[in-house]
């Protein structure tokens, strides 16, 4: 399959090795790269991992229109106020009769609802296994391993770099300092406080209850509280006294609608959320016919964001 790219980071440079590695069992091709900051680049026999940058595309419609592929995959950096211009990319690709791939949570929080449908009506499939959990299989688990389930709510710990920051708070350090850290690992969003404000967890929250609750919710709808209001202090006077400080996500139906919450909360350690540390991440989805089902990504990495876009792709292949 010939396959576009809407943005070139480290997610789009460890998807771009990753075909190359899986070349002879999957033979997908990226036939041209769109970016804001290094140009375009176009081959329709393939590009490698250091694109020849050309000029700027006039527009993503216009690199699309150029570019032909079968697949586009969205992974411009995140706008969790808005969703944009991710949002208006999906729908150019979905006009072109374009299948569509995003690791971007932006439009899966604030558009999935119309989004989806547009792409029923089109008749091309739509993935975004990545949005939440760096590609730990969460969206195609419900969707293909859980027929006739409903899910009633979640509670997650999804933000790594939270979880860093409350980690160097505990071993005395200040929040500045917890920031250079996850920026050092790489975890950080282009804008940290975004993390730290509680805005990635919200966006991810609305994702999931989007997708998995048909919220309809955006995470500007979210009761969102981050970590700037913590005595740098607690976390260490907690960790002596057996308890943790975690930034969790969660949702419920309420009176018939979805109420979506992230906030610091004290969890003793015996307690499954209290468990995860760094980059790790836990997701709990509350079920009618399941009870319980958790979801664990220990230490993830751009490799793994990279490779649920490759699952994507591959399901994508499978289902055309």
């Given at each position: 399959?010939?396959?576009?790219?809407?943005g070139?980071?480290?997610?789009?440079?460890?998807?771009?090795?990753?075909?190359q590695?899986?070349q002879?069992?999957?033979?997908?091709?990226?036939?041209?790269?769109?970016?804001?900051?290094?140009?375009?680049?176009?081959?329709?026999?393939?590009?490698?991992?250091?694109?020849?940058?050309?000029?700027?595309?006039?527009?993503?419609?216009?690199?699309?229109?150029?570019?032909?592929?079968e697949?586009?995959?969205?992974?411009?950096?995140?706008?969790?106020?808005?969703?944009?211009p991710?949002?208006?990319?999906?729908?150019?690709?979905?006009?072109?009769n374009?299948h569509?791939?995003?690791?971007?949570?932006?439009?899966?929080?604030?558009?999935?609802?119309?989004?989806?449908?547009?792409?029923?009506?089109?008749?091309?499939?739509?993935?975004?296994?990545?949005t939440?959990m760096?590609?730990?299989?969460?969206f195609?688990n419900v969707?293909?391993?859980?027929?006739g389930v409903?899910?009633?709510?979640?509670r997650?710990?999804?933000?790594?770099?939270?979880?860093?920051?409350?980690?160097?708070?505990?071993?005395?350090?200040?929040?500045?300092?917890?920031?250079?850290?996850?920026?050092r690992?790489g975890?950080?969003e282009?804008?940290?406080?975004?993390?730290?404000?509680?805005?990635?967890?919200?966006a991810?929250?609305?994702?999931?209850?989007?997708?998995?609750?048909q919220?309809q919710?955006n995470?500007?709808?979210?009761e969102?509280?981050g970590?700037?209001?913590?005595d740098?202090?607690?976390?260490a006077r907690?960790a002596?006294?057996?308890?943790?400080?975690?930034l969790?996500?969660?949702a419920?139906y309420?009176?018939?609608?979805?109420?979506?919450?992230?906030?610091?909360?004290?969890?003793?350690?015996?307690?499954?959320?209290?468990?995860?540390?760094?980059?790790?991440?836990?997701?709990?989805?509350?079920?009618?016919?399941?009870?319980?089902?958790?979801t664990?990504?220990?230490?993830?990495?751009v490799?793994q964001?990279?490779?649920?876009?490759?699952?994507?792709?591959?399901?994508?292949?499978?289902?055309?």
């Amino acid at each position: 399959m010939r396959v576009a790219l809407i943005g070139y980071g480290n997610v789009g440079k460890a998807f771009a090795r990753l075909l190359q590695v899986k070349q002879s069992t999957f033979p997908f091709r990226i036939v041209a790269i769109h970016t804001a900051r290094h140009g375009t680049a176009y081959d329709s026999n393939g590009l490698g991992l250091a694109p020849p940058w050309g000029p700027a595309a006039a527009s993503v419609e216009a690199f699309l229109d150029e570019a032909q592929p079968e697949v586009a995959i969205e992974i411009t950096t995140l706008n969790p106020e808005s969703g944009e211009p991710a949002i208006a990319h999906i729908r150019s690709a979905f006009a072109r009769n374009i299948h569509v791939i995003t690791a971007n949570k932006g439009p899966i929080a604030h558009a999935y609802s119309s989004l989806n449908a547009e792409a029923r009506r089109r008749q091309v499939e739509f993935r975004f296994e990545s949005t939440v959990m760096d590609g730990t299989p969460i969206f195609s688990n419900v969707r293909n391993n859980l027929p006739g389930v409903k899910i009633l709510g979640f509670r997650g710990v999804l933000n790594s770099t939270s979880k860093v920051v409350l980690g160097a708070l505990q071993r005395g350090l200040t929040l500045e300092e917890g920031i250079r850290e996850a920026q050092r690992m790489g975890v950080a969003e282009a804008d940290p406080w975004y993390d730290i404000d509680g805005w990635d967890s919200a966006a991810k929250a609305a994702a999931l209850a989007n997708v998995l609750m048909q919220a309809q919710t955006n995470p500007q709808e979210v009761e969102r509280r981050g970590l700037r209001d913590i005595d740098p202090q607690e976390p260490a006077r907690l960790a002596r006294a057996g308890k943790t400080i975690q930034l969790v996500s969660s949702a419920e139906y309420t009176n018939g609608s979805v109420r979506l919450q992230v906030s610091p909360e004290i969890l003793p350690n015996t307690d499954l959320l209290a468990s995860v540390a760094g980059t790790s991440n836990l997701l709990l989805l509350y079920t009618d016919l399941m009870g319980t089902i958790g979801t664990l990504s220990i230490d993830p990495g751009v490799e793994q964001t990279a490779y649920g876009l490759f699952s994507d792709l591959v399901d994508i292949a499978r289902s055309v």
